[in-house]
């Protein structure tokens, strides 16, 4: 008897795979946003999406984030939209980068990755296509606006959700799309009692100073 021939879908590589296999392919100093999505394919969404997220789970640069953020706002809307292949303008796609400040980011996320993606496998792939993925594309739009806004502290929740959006995509991993959804209103929460919070403190420092200045001086 023939052997059954499977048509099940080959297994998608690992997140670290697949920026491994950035590594070393571009033969110029200076790399195109074009030549990269090229480069990624139907993966450019979670790929991005990692890159872009990868930063907020440490400390960096002030104002970084809202750099970050704008640059989230593309994929997430492509992602709402079903999008399946990452689109830029042309003059967008012609900017460029360092390829050995590129590599230098890669290698070290790398081995912060394979660490972590015994845990990661295919389930609940569902949550990782369309139409789920305009939900998933809603959230990370809303976390990229998180980004930009200028609240301390915002940073991090925002980038565990997209972290863990852009890993489930890649790897097809609907459990950790799920788990993305509670870091994603805490990323709200934090924003919104954040900003409450700032105000009424301002408000009362206002008035304490105002207060003294007016003991002080009448």
């Known amino acids: 008897m023939d052997q059954a021939i499977s048509h099940r879908a080959p297994p998608a590589p690992t997140a670290s795979a697949v920026l491994e296999d950035l590594i070393d392919v571009f033969p110029n100093e200076k790399v ?13 969404h979670g790929v991005l999406l990692l890159i872009l997220a990868l930063p907020m789970l440490i400390p960096n640069i002030p104002g970084i984030s809202t750099i970050f953020g704008v640059l989230m706002l593309l ?4 992602l709402m939209i079903g ?19 590129f590599t230098r980011a890669l290698n070290a996320a790398i081995p912060t990755l394979k660490r972590v993606e015994y845990l990661i496998r295919p389930r609940l792939s569902f949550l990782a296509a369309w139409p789920a993925t305009s939900l998933v594309g809603f ?14 502290g915002a940073n991090l929740t925002p980038g565990i959700t997209v972290t863990l959006t852009a890993l489930g995509l890649l790897q097809r991993d609907g459990l950790l ?9 805490g990323s709200v929460a934090w924003v919104y ?22 003991t002080w001086f009448f």
């Open 32 to 44: 195109s946003v074009g030549e990269l999505l090229d480069r990624l394919d139907s993966r450019a």
């Open 75 to 78: 994929p997430a809307w492509q």
């Open 83 to 101: 999008h399946g292949r990452m689109w830029l303008p042309q003059k967008m796609r012609n900017w460029t980068f360092s390829r050995d400040g």
């Open 139 to 152: 959230q990370t739009f809303v976390m990229a606006v998180v980004l930009i806004l200028p609240i301390w």
């Open 177 to 185: 799309i799920l788990l993305s959804i509670p870091c994603a209103i």
């Open 193 to 214: 009692y954040g900003t409450k919070y700032g105000i009424m403190a301002a408000s009362w420092l206002a008035e304490t100073a105002g207060n003294l200045f007016h």
